[in-house]
């Protein structure tokens, strides 16, 4: 687990710590961060959309399908395979290798927050472990050890977040001065509208500020969640009308605000610029690449190609008579 939190934070971290180290702004590097990885996935959403368009054209195939092997699933799976096969349809045409892609973007990016000390702000060697050995004596860390039946596991994976969230607690005696004064520069900008990133929100603690991170992530994510799903149901009505689309759209909020709850306020974050990014984006591709639009360029692309077909086999049939009749 330690291996893939490894290699999932390193590119992210490093990533962020670069735009830190020209923004001296921690918002504003997560915000330059995510833009760069929606620009890195643009090509998979093209796809994707494209995806969406071929799958609404085979709308009335797949119902005729069903129409006409109902009762008979054997039969009507073998259909759908040749009519998918036929298309050059897959799973992965609509949309999952979009899904597959973000998984390990999402992991690196709430790993990264616990390793902020070594990854985005390039803190090494003796002054790491000197502020470690530190954030050791701190009580919050016994707590977590004495939660966890002395396995120190988890304390030390959380050791860096709790140095920071900690700071002023901290005897910092072997630490370097200017190291002292970059933490201190980065924990005075760890903050959104007066919040304290480095936190975690919790429902024990009662009404807090900290709960309007959770709250923005529930919206944003409804808010993609209610565009996807009237999108859906121009493009794809027989979908649409799956309950489990319904469910989706009120599940994948619910469970942003559970991990909200879960990590620190700083991945709370993230999620809602990524949210925000992803609906801008789809407003401008349903409008660049509208589905009457995709659909009108690719029959007329098919029935190009078509014609090209057919004169091609038109004119090796008469190169074939000709050679016959000499």
């Known amino acids: 687990m330690d291996f893939i939190r490894e290699v999932f934070s390193i590119p992210f971290g490093y990533l962020i710590g670069f735009f830190y180290e020209l923004s001296d702004n921690y918002i504003l590097s997560l915000l330059l961060m995510t833009l760069c990885v929606k620009l890195v996935l643009l090509p998979s959403s093209i796809k994707q959309q494209k995806g969406m368009v071929k799958t609404q054209r085979m709308q009335p195939k797949i119902k005729r399908i069903r129409e006409k092997y109902a009762g ?8 759908m395979n040749e009519l998918y096969a036929k298309e050059g349809y897959s799973s992965m045409t609509g949309g ?9 973007i999402m992991m690196g990016v ?5 390793k902020i000390l070594s990854y985005v702000l390039n803190i090494k060697d003796a002054a790491l472990e000197a502020i470690k050995v530190a954030a050791r004596k701190l009580p919050e860390y016994q707590a977590l050890v004495e939660a966890a039946k002395g396995n120190t596991k988890n304390a030390e994976y959380r050791i860096e977040l709790l140095a920071i969230e900690h700071f002023e607690k901290l005897d910092l005696s072997g630490v370097p001065a200017e190291v002292v004064s970059k933490i201190d520069n980065f924990i005075d900008n760890f903050t959104l509208f007066g919040v304290d990133l480095s936190r975690t ?18 919206v944003t994510s409804l ?16 979908m649409a ?4 689309m319904g469910c989706m759209s009120l599940m994948t909020p619910a469970m942003s605000i559970y991990f909200s709850f879960l990590f620190p306020a700083s991945v709370g974050v993230y999620i809602i610029l990524s949210s925000l990014f992803s609906f801008i ?8 690449f509208s589905p009457k639009k995709v659909l009108a360029k690719t029959m007329v ?17 008469e190169t074939l008579n000709e050679d016959d009749n000499n």
């Open 201 to 218: 929100p919790s429902t024990d603690m009662g009404w807090d500020l900290l709960w309007l991170i959770p709250i923005l992530t529930g």
């Open 110 to 114: 709430y790993f990264v927050n616990y």
């Open 301 to 317: 692309e098919e029935t190009i190609n078509r014609r090209a077909r057919e004169k091609i086999f038109k004119n090796v049939a």
């Open 223 to 238: 808010m993609m969640g209610v565009y996807t799903w009237l999108r859906q149901k121009k493009t794809n009505p027989e």
């Open 96 to 104: 999952c290798s979009g899904l597959l892609i973000q998984f390990p």
């Open 241 to 244: 009308k799956n309950p489990s």
């Open 281 to 288: 984006q789809m407003l401008i591709m349903n409008k660049v």
């Open 72 to 79: 008979n699933q054997q039969k009507m799976n073998e259909a």
